[in-house]
T-cell receptor, first 114, second 112 residues
Framework: AQSVTQPDIHITVSEGASLELRCNYSYGATPYLFWYVQSPGQGLQLLLKYFSGDTLVQGIKGFEAEFKRSQSSFNLRKPSVHWSDAAEYFCAVGARGTDYKLSFGAGTTVTVRA | SQTIHQWPATLVQPVGSPLSLECTVEGTSNPNLYWYRQAAGRGLQLLFYSVGIGQISSEVPQNLSASRPQDRQFILSSKKLLLSDSGFYLC???????????FGSGTRLTVV
């Protein structure tokens, strides 16, 4: 079964600074990878996804992620964060033939300081 | 366009009382439907999913059950709530044959 690890529980970053959130997955074949963002008390919104092809994926809100098969990673990045980026971020992995189920990491909470 | 509705948004229930959370999807047909529970610091746990009317798969044995009485309706139930059932419940859907959930806005359940 596939699984996801997000090593960082909480990250604090200054507004305008760069942000990188780590995600490591465990799956034998090519995974389907996702990043979601959740504002407090809200549902999750899809930021970006990777299925195949170009390993650098662009998403909404200026986010990008890079798939690195050799490291089993799918890290999320943003060059310059805004105060509105403060939220919880979830990495998720899916696999072919699993009824499109997703396994989520425990999440990383991002705090943005002025 | 497709939309997903989930209600109620907030619920406070006593231990031992029944539960019914509803999720409906509009603007699509034959969606795959999913119920997740979110506990603080523990990410999202898949509870149930359905790939068709009357088809329910359970991921975690527990005090809850799910039903899909109509194509675009997914219901999460319990006959007797436990304190451990407290959490944030999220419904999600995806078109058949496609990966990528759209989530509802969630239900905050507090069992007291």
């Amino acid at each position: 079964a596939q699984s996801v690890t997000q090593p960082d529980i909480h990250i604090t970053v200054s507004e305008g600074a760069s942000l990188e959130l780590r995600c490591n997955y465990s799956y034998g074949a090519t995974p389907y990878l996702f990043w979601y963002v959740q504002s407090p008390g809200q549902g999750l919104q899809l930021l970006l996804k990777y299925f195949s092809g170009d390993t650098l994926v662009q998403g909404i809100k200026g986010f990008e992620a890079e798939f690195k098969r050799s490291q089993s990673s799918f890290n999320l990045r943003k060059p310059s964060v805004h105060w509105s980026d403060a939220a919880e971020y979830f990495c998720a992995v899916g696999a072919r033939g699993t009824d499109y189920k997703l396994s989520f990491g425990a999440g990383t909470t991002v705090t943005v300081r002025a | 366009s497709q939309t997903i509705h989930q209600w109620p948004a907030t619920l406070v229930q006593p231990v031992g009382s029944p539960l019914s959370l509803e999720c409906t999807v509009e603007g699509t047909s034959n969606p795959n439907l999913y119920w997740y529970r979110q506990a603080a610091g523990r990410g999202l746990q898949l509870l149930f999913y359905s790939v068709g009317i009357g088809q329910i798969s359970s991921e975690v044995p527990q005090n809850l059950s799910a039903s899909r009485p109509q194509d675009r309706q997914f219901i999460l139930s319990s006959k007797k709530l436990l304190l451990s059932d407290s959490g944030f419940y999220l419904c999600a859907w995806t078109p058949p044959g496609f990966y990528g959930y759209t989530f509802g806005s969630g239900t905050r359940l507090t069992v007291v």
